[in-house]
């Protein structure tokens, strides 16, 4: 089975920074893209940034300049590092990723999986 494990998150104040990182387990054959989302209460689950597995990015507008997301092909690991944190930033953030697994009789197959969630709260 193909897990993602999120950690990472927590409360900060405003203009204060957090990490997140993510990881990916199981009979995994390669990763593709991998990224963050996040879901504010009452809202919407928006797309927060996103990495190539070639390492190019795409980050929405509202953190543009301020998170940083990177990824590590050889520990199947997405990071999320968020500087000047902001009270509309408050979420729970989800990764994201798309892959080729192994199923059990080692058909290669594609997939895309989620992480379980991590709270990120900023507090004015």
């Known amino acids: 089975q193909v897990q993602l494990v999120e950690s990472g998150g927590g409360s900060v104040q405003a203009g204060g920074s957090l990490g997140l990182s993510c990881a990916a387990s199981g009979n995994i054959f390669t990763v593709y893209g991998m990224g963050w989302y996040r879901r504010a209460p009452g809202k919407e689950r928006e797309l927060v940034a996103l990495?190539?597995?070639?390492?190019?990015?795409n980050y929405a507008d509202s953190v543009k300049g301020r998170f940083t997301i990177s990824r590590d092909n050889t520990k199947k690991t997405v990071y999320l590092q968020m500087n000047s944190l902001k009270p509309e930033d408050t979420a729970v953030y989800y990764c994201?990723?798309?892959?080729?697994?192994?199923?059990?009789?080692?058909?290669?197959?594609?997939?895309?999986?989620w992480g379980q969630g991590t709270q990120v709260t900023v507090s004015s």
């Open positions: 990495i190539t597995s070639g390492g190019s990015t």
């Open positions: 994201n990723a798309d892959l080729i697994y192994y199923s059990r009789t080692y058909e290669r197959l594609r997939g895309n999986y």
